[in-house]
């Protein structure tokens, strides 16, 4: 067995052969970036403290709690139409390819929709925010099911399609989601925010004064003293005077209602952002098992290599 892939590889031309090993290079460095990736977030999860919400700091946290919409604004997926908390769409449409006299199928994707959509975190202390964007996110509910249209007609699916009906249609959807009530795992930024620290009496005065100016039948009808049709100087200083005393009182408002806690994606891109279904325990075993073997997998191909080399020189 040794000599015939001795053989092989002295048979390779020039060019086969730096194809070859820039491919086991490829391979290799592959495998060592799938082994780092897998083995800091092994680290990461399994090091990171959980915390409470009721005293959390602000800054990258790990949480943990159930998953909860918005009040009255609730997610549905847009093709099964499940209320959700997240979603990833999928539409593909079969095609049939002839090579070579050989018929092969595949299929296309004809759309894809990854929910942004904001849910709450509940973890019995208190809630928060959840922006989604950019997370990694790790569901465990997916359903595939078929269809002669280009958009699903049935909706409300609740198990996939049978292998018969799978053949015999041409579109396929599928749709991964995070249902309500679930138990989640998260680590990310967390940042609490007031109302009140979201918009100065500045900015206030200055979106009322923006809002007035799209009526000017109702601006001319409150500010044009003279009643010349024109809003002069003096006018409008009336006219901001009044939109800054508003909004010092919308503001006073503002600091009495209750602050928000909103976890998103850290401003270091090295840290990540990860939701996931799975607890932590199972999240530490599946990283570490994944980063065991690429770094097998890594050697393997290091030892390929090496021997090649050997061989070749």
């Known amino acids: 067995m040794e000599s015939d892939a001795i053989r092989f590889i002295h048979s390779l031309t020039p060019e086969e052969y730096g194809f070859t090993l820039a491919a086991l290079l490829l391979a290799a460095f592959t495998g ?64 049939t390819l002839l090579e070579q006299k050989r018929t ?22 208190g809630t928060c925010v959840v922006d989604p964007e950019a997370a990694e996110i790790i569901s465990n509910e997916k359903i595939i099911w078929h269809g002669n249209t280009e958009w699903p007609t049935r909706t409300g699916v609740l198990d996939n399609d049978s292998a018969i009906v799978a053949l ?41 004064l923006s809002d007035w100016k799209l009526d000017r039948e109702q601006l001319l009808e409150r500010f044009d003293s003279n009643q010349d049709g024109e809003i002069d100087q003096a006018e409008w200083e009336v006219a901001r005077r009044e939109a800054f005393a ?41 990283y570490r098992r994944t980063a065991l073997i690429a770094l097998a997998a890594c050697f393997g191909v290091a030892g390929c290599i090496v021997w090649l080399l050997h061989v070749h020189g």
């Open 104 to 125: 092969r199928t595949e299929w296309k994707v004809l759309y894809q929709n990854t929910s942004s959509h904001a849910f709450l975190l509940d973890d019995g202390t």
């Open 32 to 95: 060592f970036y799938c082994f780092t990736r897998a083995w800091k977030r092994w680290h990461l999860i399994q090091d990171t403290p959980t915390a409470r919400l009721r005293s959390a700091h602000q800054g990258y946290i790990e949480l943990e709690g159930r998953g909860r919409a918005l009040p009255d604004r609730p997610i549905f997926a847009p093709l099964s139409n499940h209320e959700c908390l997240w979603y990833h769409s999928l539409i593909e449409c079969k095609e």
């Open 246 to 286: 508003q909004a010092q009182t919308t503001h006073q408002q503002l600091q009495q209602a209750t602050e928000v806690n909103y976890l998103s994606m850290p401003e270091d891109k090295e840290r990540p952002f990860i939701i996931s279904v799975h607890p932590q325990t199972e999240l530490i075993r599946n």
């Open 168 to 208: 015999a249609s041409r579109y396929r959807y599928t749709e991964r989601l995070i249902l309500p009530g679930q138990r989640l795992y998260l680590i990310g930024h967390l940042q609490t925010r007031s109302p009140a620290t979201e918009k100065s009496v500045h900015d206030i005065t200055r979106d009322l």
